[in-house]
C-alpha cells in the first residue's frame, strides 16, 4: 500500500505542477492532497504546516481571480479585452505554454481595439492583463513548489531507506 500511495502522492504533485500553468486543472488543491495522501500514510508534517498550506492554497486560489482582474482593471482593459485574453489564451494552449502568454497578450490587445482603444492603448492593457496572469501563474507556482518539495523530499528517503533495506 506504501508504494501505491507513494506513486499516487507524485502523479498529484506533478499533475499539480502542471495545473498552475494549464487552465482547467486545480494545480493547487491536487498538490495539497499530495500532501494530505503523505501525510495519511507516513505522519510526517505537523498540523500546523498542513493548516497553514490549506490556508495559503485557499488564498493563492482566490488571488489567481482577483490579480488578473485587478490587473486588467489597473491598466485599463476593456470588457472585450478581458474575453479577448481568455480567448487568446485557449487558443495559444494548442501551441504551447508560450504561445499561451502570446494568446492573452494578442487576445487582449484585439479585443481592445475591438471596443475602440488606440494601438497603444491597447497594447499598454494587454500589458497588463499579461502582468497580472503571469503574476498569479507565478503564486500558483511558488505556492505548489513549496508543497511539492517535502512530497518529494519524504519519497524519496523512502526510497533510498527500501534501497538500503534490499541491498543492504
Excluded at 506513486?7 to 498538490?31: D, E, K, R, S, W
Excluded at 481571480?65 to 472585450?80: C, R
Excluded at 498569479?136 to 512530497?151: D, E, G, R
Amino acid at each position: 500500500m506504501e508504494v501505491i500511495n507513494g506513486i499516487l502522492a507524485l502523479v498529484l504533485t506533478a499533475i499539480g505542477l502542471l495545473g498552475c500553468v494549464l487552465p482547467g486543472l486545480p494545480g493547487l488543491p491536487l498538490n495539497y492532497a499530495a500532501l494530505l495522501l503523505v501525510q495519511w500514510q507516513w505522519k510526517v508534517y505537523s498540523v500546523t504546516f498542513l493548516i497553514v498550506m490549506a490556508v495559503l492554497t485557499a488564498v493563492v486560489l482566490v488571488l489567481d481571480y482577483l490579480i488578473p482582474a485587478w490587473s486588467a482593471k489597473w491598466f485599463g482593459a476593456t470588457p472585450q479585452g478581458v474575453r479577448g485574453s481568455i480567448l487568446g489564451m485557449i487558443v495559444g494552449l494548442f501551441f504551447t505554454p508560450v504561445g499561451m502568454i502570446f494568446g492573452i497578450l494578442l487576445g487582449a490587445i484585439l479585443g481592445d481595439m475591438a471596443a475602440g482603444r488606440k494601438p497603444f492603448e491597447a497594447m499598454r492593457s494587454g500589458v497588463g492583463t499579461l502582468f497580472g496572469t503571469l503574476t498569479a501563474m507565478a503564486l500558483k507556482i511558488l505556492l505548489a513548489l513549496v508543497m511539492a518539495v517535502p512530497v518529494f523530499w519524504h519519497l524519496v528517503r523512502k526510497l533510498w531507506d527500501a534501497l538500503a533495506v534490499a541491498f543492504g
